[in-house]
């Protein structure tokens, strides 16, 4: 189904859903502490430095977007421009990041809960797995609600939380140009050396990758757009430029707001101590709500985006043909949505049960900011390859849709392939990653020589069972 119609996600509310997908609150207060840890008081540079070849990769994401506006995005796109095995593994990364990077969050939301409302539960796991678990519940109760509805209320979330880390980054830079800050500022934090050496540089471009992953969020509900070829694409382009700016000033005024030392010794939720340190008073349980808030809509993001990637998967036939089910009030892919925040509780529990399945799981998580590197490589690749006819007939189509693309490719790749060499990825990560994806590729293998699914005989569906907008 094409075209605009009353109900569809403007391009505002595409870019809210890239905006927390990625997750800034949740984001910093995970990930500062370990940019320090690597390049000191230089994280802003390999912030800078991802911005050009992240924005390359959505600009890819834009052109392909405008050529086939299907909400399995990356998984359709590689498959029809490559293979539709290469497409496939694309589709299950995306889904694996999607719905581990769920899982992953799911405690955190109970954490930050018991602590606003019940401190003395915070170091019971029970508790804090029920009250994530009931959080899971009610964003997928809203998402089923329907897009527009889940969109209002990311929109309420993406204001509270950007104004409150504002208002704490606005302390943390005048705090720094005060000479109040735990370092004098220094030109120096711009240099490579002052970002650790090429070692550190590289470990940096790592955690980066990391704080930007998550805006292809706005491009998965192209569908239901009211403007599904041209709006997801600019909303991802705007996600990724919102995002530089919003964290290369929060990593240059809040890295050096407290002492190393101390901000290691917090890394797991850093912005709640730097925050009573440059914020006391009634500030410090704003900014753990702005956390809260902040994790809950990243958590439906993230459902709501592995639903419509599973639903496209589902309409090619390589996965459950459930998932096609779509509310027709909604319009919503209610059976994909559904299965995918069951999965999430599911590997909750089995968490929470069993110690070897918890390590296991988190060895996945932190491999999953180098499955979103090689998803976003596989898409860039794809733009340039599909439009290789058309680079020659002006400076435009060859800046925008060969030299952006093609060097964010080169760049994720070069990221991937450095990081397993300088060790900054452990061994044991990398073999959880790699593991998954061949997992993947068993299951493609299953569907293609015994299910023998049309799709890996290069017929997929292009244009019938959309979703409705």
């Avoid at 073999?431 to 993947?440: F, K, P, T």
Wanted: glycine fraction near 12%.
């Amino acid at each position: 189904m094409s075209g605009a119609r009353a109900g569809g996600v403007g391009l505002g509310d595409a870019i809210v859903l890239g905006l927390s997908s990625s997750g800034p609150a949740q984001t910093l207060a995970v990930s500062l502490a370990g940019l320090v840890a690597v390049c000191g008081y230089g994280g802003v540079v390999p912030v800078l430095l991802c911005f050009v070849p992240m924005l390359g990769i959505a600009i890819g994401y834009q052109r392909l977007n405008r050529w086939d506006p299907s909400a399995g995005a990356t998984y359709t796109w590689v498959a029809r421009v490559f293979h539709p095995l290469l497409g496939f593994l694309s589709g299950w990364m995306i889904l694996l990041y999607y719905t581990l990077g769920t899982s992953s969050l799911t405690i955190p939301a109970g954490t930050y809960t018991l602590q606003l409302l019940a401190p003395a539960l915070v170091d019971r796991p029970l508790a804090v797995a029920l009250a994530g678990g009931a959080w899971n519940v009610a964003v997928t109760l809203l998402a089923l609600k329907g897009l527009r509805m889940a969109a209002r209320f990311e929109w309420l979330v993406v204001l509270f939380q950007y104004a409150a880390l504002l208002a704490l980054v606005g302390a943390g830079l005048v705090a720094l140009a005060g000479g109040h800050a735990a370092a004098p500022f220094s030109l120096h934090w711009f240099t490579l050396a002052g970002a650790g050496g090429m070692p550190g540089l590289m470990r940096g471009l790592l955690v980066a990758c990391f704080m930007y992953s998550g805006w292809d969020a706005a491009v998965y509900v192209n569908e239901e757009s009211t403007d599904r070829t041209q709006g997801p694409g600019r909303a991802a382009i705007a996600s990724v430029v919102i995002l530089a700016a919003f964290y290369a000033l929060a990593v240059l005024g809040l890295q050096a707001a407290i002492p190393p030392a101390e901000l290691a010794a917090h890394a797991g939720n850093a912005l709640a101590v730097i925050g009573t340190a440059l914020l006391p008073g009634p500030w410090a349980p704003v900014l753990s709500l702005a956390v809260l808030t902040g994790t809950l809509a990243t958590l439906q993001a993230a459902v709501i985006s592995a639903a419509r990637v599973g639903f496209a998967m589902a309409r090619d036939g390589v996965m459950p043909a459930l998932f096609r089910r779509v509310d027709p009030v909604s319009g919503n892919p209610r059976a994909a949505t559904l299965v995918m925040s069951a999965l999430n509780l599911l590997l909750l529990g089995v968490a929470l049960l069993t110690g070897s399945i918890a390590d296991a799981l988190a060895n996945v998580v932190s491999s999953l900011g180098l499955i979103s590197i090689v998803f976003y490589a596989l898409t860039g690749a794809a733009a340039v390859w599909q439009q290789r006819r058309t680079l020659g007939r002006s400076a435009g189509d060859l800046l925008l849709g060969g030299l952006l693309p093609g060097g964010g490719a080169l760049f994720m790749v070069w990221v991937a392939v450095e990081s397993v060499h300088s060790g900054a990825t452990p061994p044991a990560v990398l073999a959880w990653g790699l593991g998954s994806v061949a997992v993947g590729a068993a299951v493609a293998l299953l569907l293609a020589r015994v299910g023998r699914a049309p799709f890996f005989a290069g017929s997929p569906v292009q244009s019938s069972a959309r979703i409705p907008p």
